[in-house]
């Protein structure tokens, strides 16, 4: 999705109707019209960023302060029983808007939302082993004594 059909970019840019809650340097927080439930708000990069692998790290921070601040006050003034923060990347995953967002959903208990899934069971430990070792493998290759190398 090109930037200037991208919503968020819109509501960031002062167009569209949004209800923002919050500006942070780097995000912004506002409403989602379609909420699990009320209140159920969005934080999104100010700057236009497909996804969660794109975020550049101040970026990445400004993003975590403002969900924190934000959830606090989900929490201090709808009262919800609990509440969920997700970040869909990729069609397969649900991302409709290609800009990255978090969600936090406020919940209730008996809300109808289900996000438990059917869970796979690994086949032995070693089988378990191998996904640590392809992950930790490619953690190490990314991020050698500190040095950030942005390749997958
Ligand atoms: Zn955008």
């Given at each position: 999705m090109h930037k200037e059909s991208c919503p968020f970019c819109r509501i960031i840019e002062g167009y569209g109707d949004a209800e923002i809650l919050f500006e942070g340097?780097?995000?912004?927080?506002?409403?989602?019209?379609?909420?699990i439930n009320f209140g159920h708000a969005l934080v999104v990069s100010r700057e236009h960023y497909t996804d969660f692998l794109e975020l550049p790290d101040q970026v990445l921070d400004d993003l975590t302060r403002t969900l924190h601040i934000v959830?606090?006050?989900?929490?201090?003034?709808?009262?919800?029983?609990?509440?969920?923060?997700?970040?869909?990347?990729?069609?397969?995953?649900?991302?409709?808007?290609?800009?990255f967002h978090f969600h936090i959903a406020p919940r209730f208990d008996g809300d109808g939302l289900k996000i438990r899934p059917q869970v796979k069971v690994y086949?032995?430990?070693?089988?378990?082993?191998?996904y640590a070792k392809m992950i930790r493998d490619k953690i190490n290759v990314n991020y050698k004594l500190g040095e950030q190398n942005e390749s997958l």
């Open positions: 340097p780097d995000s912004v927080a506002f409403l989602d019209i379609k909420p959830s606090r006050a989900i929490v201090g003034s709808v009262r919800p029983a609990g509440f969920n923060i997700f970040n869909n990347n990729g069609v397969a995953a649900g991302q409709s808007v290609f800009h086949e032995s430990p070693e089988h378990m082993a191998e």
